[in-house]
């Protein structure tokens, strides 16, 4: 396969001409180029992320942003998400990470295109459709440093490097023990505290003895935060004004059930809404109709969400890492690594309902059960107007809303229905257990005059979602209900409680995964040339890997079964009905398999002393996909005096579509309220219940409809792999001593982009989209596909500015400054094959095109954020045993282009933190750390986008508010 290079290939020119340039500028200054002086100390060579070559860490010809552990302390960081957070080249997601916990997002292409390396190698990844790593996985207390490659990283590490690569290295070589506490809590009361500890001890010098083993040891466990929180962030007169605010409608499903006489109405009368309906499960409300002109009420009670919305989920974590290092004679080194790491990542999903995967999205009360209404226990509800009987009446409010006589419900001893949920238990969560587990045996030196590495590396990944309190069994619910123990209308007493506790499937694995990685790789270089400013070096690479992962079948302990005793599952191996109320059990049972072969060539050819080539070409076999890719990379660097430093580069790259999009065992379901966008049109098409049934259709058969629609989906072997292509070219400058100033401006195109079709858009382009929609006999909707395609293009550009400068020394101390920032100068894609194009710089839309399509596949079909500006800077002083760093991060603000009904706020303001650390070392093997994160207490800015259900923008920001940090470190 040729290699993919630009139909419009004007950047790419403009790199090249760079390099050309630059060739001919070092002709003239070779001559003038001196040998270096024989006392100058020589730095030490590495391998440094970019390069199969060993050289000082700032001798490339690629921009590497290199961050030690120590400076991530410094910032106030207390776990690695507030890193990738930060990290301007960087738009990973923010405060609730979901799931799959924090991942790195360089370029803003998706996790799933920047390649997440420990030590140079790659780890399993998570073992589900997107295959990227958390970097909760990493060991906190064994990191040395981070280093990251933004975007051009595809020729050198393969094909899921086209945004950039970020390469975690642990210590080679520990010596003594140092334990380490964490403590960071909110200023303002309720959940959000984060506790840890850690330690790290080791045995050996490597420099005298020739051998070192250490194993360090982390664990961390952050509390969730819920909206009741921080009830002065979620005010209802501001939300009010977003179009939020406590006004659902009546069917809103809660603890005080809204009840009527069939399943299909079943929100006409709650007994609860004159007393208040029992806060802070519930609040009472009249409807979302109730602001309309003239108003139809609805009073009921509604979830009230500062109870059961979580701002933040809660996780736990564990790393444990170890190494064995032991230099051999000859100058041979061999290492074994060993990781294990599992994270929990809490994740409450509120209070869980029937849903269409349960036998009725109701339950019933029958008039033998001692809580029906006017049975005693529960009052009538009033209403007004004719009151047969056999009808439903209005409910009465007051008679300035509802004029008329008002008179107890008539129930007739009819069976009532109503959507309900168990208050008693809390708001539900599930438990996403994650493993990630690696050992590599490596060795390096020189034979025959070839530097050699290899390795042997096996990973495995494992992701076990359990659900946890709060998710009851429907069935036992409903007999709850025929037996007069659950009630439906008011708080449980003690014995409703203890069922609600017996009913639960705590614990309950519903979907298990697994992922693997082998391989095996080596690596030689030695010179090959005498060149002008030295040997030209070439180096030659080979890998073989194996990706591998396994589904497991849907448990059936939970399964509904039918008529004849079979399962009910459809043909697919996927569960259709459970009796688990919230989630489904998921997995249809296969193993998958993908055998790649990579070669990849690099030549650094030093043409002067002042200026640099090098070159790289990398092919890649992928047996699934039956194809060879191969792409070259060139980039040449050149420092014309020392105070200057000029760099240029332009690569091709390939990502093909992951092992899970292509054999994808089994659909992922998922479901939605929603009207039928061809049956029930609206001109809010995302809003459910705003549209108006077609004819020969009810409102109750296709409009505001549960309806199920498929994330994935089974057969995708029509996909094709992305190509990219990108260039960088920039400088370095130091023109002044102790100031150091560097410019990279970059750019990337990717083309047949994977993503999904999202569910919004199919809703706002039926037509276009109508073999998507699978229907039934009877015309209603069965299942919707929004599933991976290959879409149109993306195009992104941009600047990396960097700065640092140390201050004069003085007598009371040292002052250093550093600045990391990122300007997008574009972001533009299309959402389909030769489509309009779309900007996405400095905008936030809830249009589906903007969501899982285009360059956000991946994101879990959240619009991808992408400030203008986003930068870290620092400032630290030190004197003494004192060391004192103020940092701050910052994004410029955006504009909502889809901004919720009822809202006209458009503008989503910038947002900028700033965290305080102070380091002590006076005491004796001691390290104190205190500190304070945001000091000015900045919230996140609010928007009326519907995507973001909360009203604030908690992606780039933090809803913690201001956070007091301790950490105290002993070394023994």
Known sequence: MNPYFVRHPRRAQLAVAVSLAVVQLAAVAQAQNAAAPADVPVAQAVVVTGSLIRRVADEGTTPVVTVKAADLEARGHTELKDFVLEQPQSLSLGTNTGAAGPVTNLRGLGPMRTLSLLNGRRLANEPLQDQYISVNVIPRMALDRVETLNGGGASIYGADAIGGVQNYWTKRGYTGTSIKAEYARPETSGGGTTKSIGAITGWGRLNEDGWNAYIAVDHQKKDALFQG???????????????????????????????????????????????????????????????????????????????????????????????????????????????????????????????????????????????????????????????????????????????????????????????????????????????????????????????????????????????????????????????????????????????????????????????????????????????????????????????????????????????????????????????????????????????????????????????????????????????????????????????????????????????????????????????????????????????????????????????????????????????????????????????????????????????????????????????????????????????????????????????????PKTSFGTFDAKLDATWYHRYEFQSERGGPWMSNVGIITNDGRYGSAGPNAGLAGAPQVNPRWKYTAALTYSTGDWKGTLSQRYNTGLTDLTPRAGSTLTKVESYSQFNVNVRYTGIKNTTVSLGVNNITEEWPPLTANTIYGGGYLTSLADMMGRVYRVSVEYKF
């Open 229 to 807: 929180d921080r009830p002065d962030q979620h005010d209802p007169a501001i939300l009010r004004s977003l179009g939020l605010g406590i006004t659902p409608d009546a069917r809103n499903p809660n603890p005080l059930a809204n009840f009527g006489f069939a399943r299909n109405a079943n929100s006409n009368f709650n007994p609860a809404f004159a007393t208040g309906c029992a806060s802070p499960y519930s609040l009472p409300t009249l409807g979302n109709a109730s602001l309309n002109t003239p108003p139809t009420y609805a009073p009921g009670c509604a979830r009230n969400p500062l109870y059961w919305t979580a701002i933040t989920d809660g996780s736990e974590i564990t790393t444990v890492a170890g190494r064995a290092s032991w230099n051999i004679a000859g100058g041979h080194k061999i290492d074994l690594d060993l990781l294990h790491s599992e994270f929990t990542v809490q994740k409450f999903r509120g209070m869980q309902v029937p849903g269409a995967n349960q036998p009725f999205t109701t339950y019933s009360l029958a008039s033998t059960s001692k809580f029906y209404p006017g049975k005693g226990i529960t009052p009538l509800p009033q209403v007004v107007g004719s009151n047969t009987g056999a009808n439903t009446p209005t409910a009465f409010i007051d008679p300035t809303r509802t004029p008329g006589t008002a008179s107890a419900l008539n129930m007739n001893n009819r069976t009532i229905y109503f959507q309900w949920g168990p208050g008693e238990l809390g708001p539900a969560y599930r438990n996403d257990e994650q493993s990630n587990d690696r050992l590599v045996l490596s060795a390096e030196g020189d034979v025959a005059g070839w530097d050699y590495r290899a390795g042997l590396n096996y990973g495995v990944s494992k992701r076990d979602t359990r659900v946890g309190e709060g998710y009851i069994l429907y069935s036992k619910a409903q007999e709850g209900f025929d037996k007069g123990i659950l009630n439906p209308f008011g708080p449980q007493d003690q014995a409703g409680i203890d069922y609600l506790r017996s009913i639960q499937a705590e614990d309950y694995t519903y979907r298990l995964n697994k992922a693997f990685n082998k391989s095996v790789d080596l690596t030689v270089t030695r010179p090959v040339w005498e060149l002008g400013g030295g040997d030209m070096v070439l180096a030659v690479s080979g890998e073989l890997r194996e990706d591998s992962a396994r589904t497991f079948n849907a448990p059936l302990d939970y399964v509904l079964k039918k008529a004849d005793g079979s399962y009910n599952i459809d043909a697919s191996g996927n569960v259709v009905q459970s009796d688990l109320v919230g989630e489904l059990p998921q997995g249809v049972a296969k193993k998958l398999k993908r055998k790649i072969t990579s070669l990849v060539m690099e030549l650094d050819a030093p043409i002067t002393k002042t200026f640099l080539v090098n070159g790289s070409v990398r092919a890649d076999r992928y047996d699934d996909l039956k194809q060879t890719t191969v792409n070259p990379a060139l980039a040449a660097r050149w420092q014309p005096m020392q105070q200057l430093l000029v760099r240029g580069s332009v690569s091709s790259g390939f990502r093909a579509p992951s092992i899970m999009d292509i054999q994808n065992p089994t659909p992922e379901v998922r479901t939605q309220v929603m009207d039928d966008p061809v049956l029930c049109r609206s001109s809010q098409p995302l809003v459910a219940g705003t549209g108006t049934p077609s004819a020969g259709f009810t409102a109750d058969q296709v409009c505001n409809v549960l309806t199920s629609y498929w994330t994935k989906s089974p057969n995708n072997t029509f996909l094709k792999p992305e190509k990219s292509r990108g260039f960088n070219f920039g400088f370095g400058l130091e023109p002044m001593k102790d100031l150091s100033i560097t410019v990279d401006y970059w750019g990337l195109k990717l083309k047949d982009v994977l993503g999904a079709v999202s569910i919004a858009e199919i809703q706002q382009n039926p037509a276009k989209y109508d073999s998507f929609i699978l229907r039934r006999a009877d015309g209603t909707i069965d299942h919707i596909v929004a599933s991976q395609a290959n879409r149109g293009q993306t195009r992104i550009r941009g600047a990396d500015i960097s700065g640092s400068y140390r201050f």
